[in-house]
């Protein structure tokens, strides 16, 4: 099967890593990175030590599948297959983050399916915004097939967190310029759609500083070829364009009987492994992350960490908790409609799971980055080793952090938003 996520959070690797005050003309002030994040150092000794003894810390990182519903047909999924039954109601979700164990989670990103297919979406995020003490950003990969109702729902959740230092991150999934999107998703017009749904988030960031949007592409052995056409189309449209290699999983979106078409091979995989080493020098947000898949795919073995069961969790929407949403029924850890999460986390057969997933083959391959950001907050050795032996690209981020508006997602609760006609302080 093939996973395409996000997000994570989805996610350029960065703004916690420059050090003072970055201004933005929209009034937004951040505090950025290297020299607050130097705890990550402590933190990364600390991750280290409980990763030999196979130890749990409290999540600060959680992927929540809120729904398996969803409108599009994509070729390299067959999630929508599924029919949603059993699925965690609004209460049981808001019992989980009320969980003391979960008072550490910082960033949140809610999946599908389709999410804004969920019925009461808006109300999981007032649920997280109102019980979860250090909650940062809520990221959110949607297909964008549904303008109206992407606008109208993001428009409800953006009332729920006035007031609240929290970002409100959606991305759209496009994997292809017009009619190669529509051949990848199987939505006939849906090209249009996803562009409507990214102008009319990209219109609601400008009234609301809360609201950070862009898109997600997956590279697949459908469209790797034209990734640097893709690439050029849609970063005329946003400037935050993610994107992906494509993870053959047997689990998470059960199709693993599609990965004939979809999985990189041969010619395939030195066309991207090209395209990302070109990357790297384009966008030094994601340098970090492009040198790392290109790494694996030369060695074979995966070279940054991953928090995946340990600070990292993902729950489905039927409250099973499991390591990783890439690994199946033998890796799930309990149910929370069964026992309590601090119970699930910390209990022998998360243990045993742990013990397990050191050795995990799947594992030392993989190229996701869904907690990457978590990664680059709490184990920060790799990134900034990365940076030493990269100071050009280092220099190159710093000039864009203070540049471009779509990275002041990463500085998290440091934004502080201000009036309109307001200047920041000097």
Known sequence: MVKAQAALASHPPI????????????????????????????????FRVAFKAELPEQPTFMILQTTVACNSRCRMCSIWKMVPENEMSLEE??????????????????????????????????????????LEIIAIPSNGFMPDRVEKITRQMLEYL????ILLNVNISIDGIGEKHEEI????????????????????????PQLESGVEAIITALNVQEMPKIYEGLKDKTDHVNLTPAIISSYYLGNEQMASDVKLKGPDIEEMLDFLKEMEEKEPAYAYYFNNVRSIYMHGHRTFPCLMGWK??????????????????????GNVREGSMTDIWTGPRAKEVRHRLKDEKFCAVCTNNCDLLNNLKEETWSFASYMLQHPETFRRLL???????HLRKYAGRRVQTQPKGTRPAA
Request: proline fraction near 6%; include cysteine; hydrophobic fraction near 35%.
């Open 15 to 46: 703004l916690k890593y420059a050090g003072g005050d970055v201004r933005r003309r929209s009034g937004t002030r951040t505090t950025s990175p290297v020299l607050s994040n130097l705890p990550g150092l402590a933190k990364g000794l600390a």
């Open 93 to 134: 979700i808001e019992k989980v983050f009320k969980d003391p164990y979960m008072k550490k989670l910082r960033w949140l990103n809610l999946t599908g399916g389709e999410p804004f297919m969920r019925q009461n979406f808006a109300e999981i995020i007032k649920a997280a915004a109102d019980n979860l003490p250090n």
């Open 162 to 165: 006035k007031g609240k230092n």
């Open 185 to 208: 998703r199987r939505i006939p017009g849906g090209y249009e759609k996803v562009l409507e749904s990214l102008r009319r988030l990209q219109a609601l960031g400008k009234e609301n």
């Open 312 to 333: 990292s969790m993902y729950m489905n929407a039927s409250g099973d908790v499991f390591p990783c949403h890439l690994l199946g029924p033998d890796w799930k850890m």
């Open 399 to 405: 000039k864009e952090i203070k540049e471009k508006d």
